[in-house]
């Protein structure tokens, strides 16, 4: 994959480089991650979303590489094999994973990634890129109002939302793996809590390049 074009200049005086942030947003349906994810990428220039790899066939209103990068089974399973993927599982039959270059070259070029995955995705994540990893779940702020954005949507039958109603007890039992929570009470407000938590972890010391050199030539090498 070709690097992204860098309209936000980064070369100011003073700049240390950074490694981006790996942002997870995990939710049951319907209580906001999506929503979340949309508003961070619009309002936070030097973020871009994970494009996955997948095995089910392209929609009529998908583009190639901005919803999905469409491949074959075989081409699937050889990634898996060669280790392509930082995170992979099968949903309804098809296959889908996060390419590993992708995100790695995202991350070396000062770009923090969201992922609107779930629970088992995040998981993964925690294995294979725990060091980039930050991970924030989203509750609704109550089950009656899950309920209510479901039946809003008007996107599935009344049996789907109670199947998605039975599975999101379940989904939420894994809150305690996060190390940030969202209760989305309005959009706007978690949007401006998730920017908050994604600033503050741009800012942690380990994610610096060249960190102490550079703090050497502010202090004359006696830090």
Known sequence: MSSPAKTESNNKPGH????????????????????????????????????????????PDELEGRDYRFVSQAK??????????????????????????????????????????????????????????????????????LESRLKRRAQDSDDVVAARMAKAVDEMSHYGEYDHVLINWAL???????????????TRRERYVGLDPFVHSLTGGKS
Request: with cysteine.
């Open 76 to 145: 699937f399973d050889q990634m898996v094999e060669q280790s392509g993927f930082l995170e992979h599982a099968e949903v309804f039959g098809h296959c889908y994973g996060t390419p590993r270059d992708q995100v790695e070259e995202l991350l070396a070029d000062e770009y923090d990634v969201i992922f609107d995955i779930d629970w088992q995705g995040a998981q993964q994540l925690a294995q294979s890129a725990a060091r980039d990893l930050v991970r924030v779940f989203v509750l609704p702020p109550s089950l009656d109002e």
């Open 188 to 202: 706007d407000d978690s949007v401006t809590a998730a920017r908050a938590i994604l600033n503050a972890e741009r």
């Open 16 to 59: 240390l480089a950074r490694r981006g942030v790996l942002f997870v947003l995990s939710s049951p349906s319907g209580a906001g991650k999506t929503s979340i994810a949309r508003r961070l990428l619009e309002v936070e220039p030097r973020t871009r979303m994970s494009v996955s790899v997948t095995t089910r066939p392209k929609r």
